[in-house]
């Protein structure tokens, strides 16, 4: 039987607070802006590892090949349109304002007194399928502030899989640099993570690093951590819960037991069971808030529930509004 949404939420999502992180110059702590979003000002934030298609970037913008500094971008979209010949979904018209030696403070700096939306995909994804997942996400949600997109260089491939994995953890100093520098940048804005798949590793790994390296302090400027079907061994996903210490409790968990890309990574991976697939009260027991979108799936692959699912992106949402 399928759970009616508002007692999927009322479970799974009681209220996140926490408090905000300002910075005494008066100059600096005007009032967060939340109206922007991407109808406002059609613009994605981008940060990557991944190297540039060209100076300034071409289509396809960015590779699969590894950059060996993180890279600043903003990407200019083109909304959908309705015309006699058919409708077209958002796209990318232009890449500028490419930044290599600086990136982490010019995306602080273009995020600046805006709360921020950053999603990081996860296994198989090349820059413009992870590009249209985020805008999907944030339109999806009607996130009012600064979308922003890190992307690491996927092989897009279905047989990278190792090859993914070891790209998203080559990337982990790439994203505790650029979480650093939103976090010290005293804007008064939050930064809200969504991860998928693959990408839930990464973020688990970088914010563990955070905690270590920045404390209480950075941790602070996070708000909701949501990690859709996260492709992680469970004993491992455990381990990293317990170095965030009272900063779990910021982590939604999207989780799904029919996840069939989740048991094809369990095989590969000697049985142990992925995060993303555990059952509730497993995970709950583990500190976490959770989603279980089991009965949400009725696809083939139930691997991207939270792009597909408007019930799921409300458990998005209201993460993200109570936190």
């Known amino acids: 039987m399928l759970f009616p949404f508002s007692r999927l939420a009322l479970v799974c999502l009681a209220g996140l607070a926490l408090s905000g992180c300002l910075g005494e110059d008066s100059a600096l702590t005007s009032p967060v802006s939340s109206q922007v979003g991407l109808a406002r000002d059609p613009k994605l934030l981008v940060a990557t590892t991944r190297l540039p298609v060209g100076d300034p970037p071409k289509k396809p913008w960015f590779s ?58 996860g296994y198989r994804e090349s820059f413009e399928t992870a590009a249209t997942s985020t805008i999907d996400l944030s339109e999806g949600i009607k996130f009012a502030g600064v979308t922003g997109l890190f992307t ?69 400027r996070i708000g909701a951590v949501v990690l859709a079907a996260p492709d992680i061994d469970i004993d491992l996903f455990a381990r990293g819960l317990e170095r965030l210490g009272p900063d779990a409790k910021k982590i939604t968990v999207i989780s799904s037991t029919n996840d069939r890309a989740l048991a094809v990574s369990s095989r590969l991976a000697g049985g142990i069971i992925r995060a993303g697939a555990a059952d509730r009260e497993r995970l709950e027991s583990l500190g976490v808030r959770v989603a279980d979108a089991s009965e949400f799936g009725g696809g083939i692959v139930n691997h991207d529930l939270f792009l597909t699912n408007k019930d799921v992106q409300q458990v998005i949402k209201r993460a993200i509004e109570r936190s």
């Open 64 to 121: 699969s090949e590894r950059s060996a500094d993180l890279v600043f971008a903003e990407a200019r979209l083109k909304p959908p349109s309705d015309s006699f010949i058919g409708s077209s979904g958002w796209s990318i018209a232009k890449v500028e304002n490419v930044d290599h030696s600086n990136a982490a403070q010019a995306f602080a700096q273009a995020a600046f007194g805006h709360n921020l939306l950053l999603y990081i995909h």
């Open 152 to 220: 690491w260089p996927s092989a897009a491939s279905t047989f990278s899989y190792v090859a993914d994995r070891e790209s998203a953890m080559w990337s982990r100093d790439a994203l505790e640099d650029l979480l650093t520098a939103i976090a010290k940048t005293p804007s008064g804005g939050r930064i809200h993570i969504v991860a998928h798949s693959m990408g839930t590793l990464l973020t688990l790994e970088t914010l563990r690093m955070l905690r270590a390296s920045g404390g209480e302090n950075a941790m602070d």
